[in-house]
C-alpha cells in the first residue's frame, strides 16, 4: 500500500494533468465552456423539485416536507451518479488507454485514479450546487450532514473496486464490459432511488436489502431528508465487500499487468 500510495504521489501530476485536460475536453467546442458543469445539475435540481414537489406534489411517506421526495430522489440520484460513473469508465479505463499503456511506462493504479478524480471532481460540483439548495430552502439536516463523508467514502470505495476488477477482466473478456450498461440499468431499479424501501412487498424488500448499494444510498437519502445518523451495524457489509474488492482489484491489477499489455 506505501508502495501504491508512493507511485501515485510521483505521478500525481500527470494524473491531475489528464485531470484537467479531460475536464477542459469536455467543454472545448462549447459556447458557455465550462459552465455547463454548474448548468446542467443545477437544472436536473430545479426540473426535479418543481415536478416533483410542485406539479405532482409527490410526497415521501412518513414524511411532511414539501420537498421531501425530491430530496430524497436528488439524493438517491446523485450517489448512484457517483457509484455508476467510477465504476463504468474503470471497466474502460485500460482498453480506452491501450496506445498510452504500451508506449509510456508508468503504474497502471494511475489509470483508475485519474477516473476516480474525475468522477469525485464532477460530483462535487453537482453536489455542492444540491447542498446550496438544501441551505436556500431551509432544508440543510445540520451537523449529520458531515456524516456523508464515510458513507461517500464506502461508496467510492465498492465502486473503484468493482470498476477496477472489472477493468482488468475486461482486458480479457469484452463482453464484460458490453453486459455492464445492461447490469448498471437493472442495477438502479433494484436500489431504492426513486421509491422508498417502504413501500415493497415484504417478498421484494428482503432481496432489495442483499443490495449493496441499499443500505449506502438510503444512509445518505435519511441524512438529507430526515436529518438521522446512519446506522453503523447496517453499513458493515458494504464496508467489507468494498474492502475485498480493493484488495481483489490491486492484487489483479500486479498480477496480470504483463499479460494486459499483450492483450490490448
Known amino acids: 500500500m506505501n508502495l501504491l500510495l508512493r507511485s501515485l504521489w510521483h505521478y500525481r501530476g500527470f494524473v491531475l494533468g489528464s485531470v484537467k485536460r ?8 462549447s459556447l458557455l465552456g465550462a459552465s455547463w458543469a454548474v448548468l446542467n445539475p443545477l437544472a436536473m435540481i430545479v426540473v426535479y423539485t418543481v415536478i416533483f414537489s410542485q406539479l405532482m406534489q409527490s410526497r415521501l411517506p412518513g414524511v411532511a416536507n ?55 471532481l464532477n460530483f462535487s460540483i453537482i453536489f455542492g450546487l444540491f447542498s446550496v439548495f438544501l441551505v436556500l430552502s431551509g432544508n ?19 465502486a473503484a473496486g468493482l470498476g477496477l476488477t472489472l477493468g482488468v477482466l475486461n482486458v480479457f473478456f469484452r463482453d464484460v464490459g458490453q453486459a455492464l450498461g445492461v447490469a448498471l440499468q437493472f442495477w438502479f431499479w433494484f436500489t431504492p432511488i426513486v421509491y422508498p424501501l417502504s413501500v415493497l412487498p415484504d417478498w421484494a ?37 468494498a474492502l475485498a474488492l480493493c484488495v481483489l482489484a490491486l492484487w489483479l491489477v500486479r498480477r496480470r499487468a504483463g499479460e494486459m499489455v499483450d492483450e490490448l
Open 22 to 29: 479531460e475536464f477542459q475536453a469536455r467543454y472545448v467546442d
Open 140 to 158: 440543510f439536516p445540520g451537523w449529520s450532514y458531515f456524516s456523508l463523508v464515510p458513507i461517500l467514502l464506502l461508496v467510492i470505495g465498492f
Open 66 to 120: 414539501v420537498f421531501g421526495y425530491s430530496i430524497f430522489l436528488c439524493a438517491g440520484v446523485l450517489i448512484w451518479g457517483l457509484f455508476s460513473e467510477i465504476v463504468s469508465r474503470s471497466a474502460q479505463v485500460f482498453i480506452e488507454h491501450g496506445d498510452l499503456i504500451k508506449k509510456l511506462s508508468f503504474p497502471r493504479i494511475c489509470l483508475p485514479a485519474i477516473v476516480l478524480a474525475g468522477a469525485l
Open 205 to 241: 424488500r428482503k432481496w432489495v436489502l442483499m443490495n449493496p448499494m441499499t443500505a449506502l444510498v438510503g444512509a445518505c437519502q435519511d441524512i438529507l431528508v430526515s436529518g438521522r445518523m446512519p446506522d453503523a451495524a447496517a453499513l458493515m457489509v458494504p464496508a467489507l465487500i
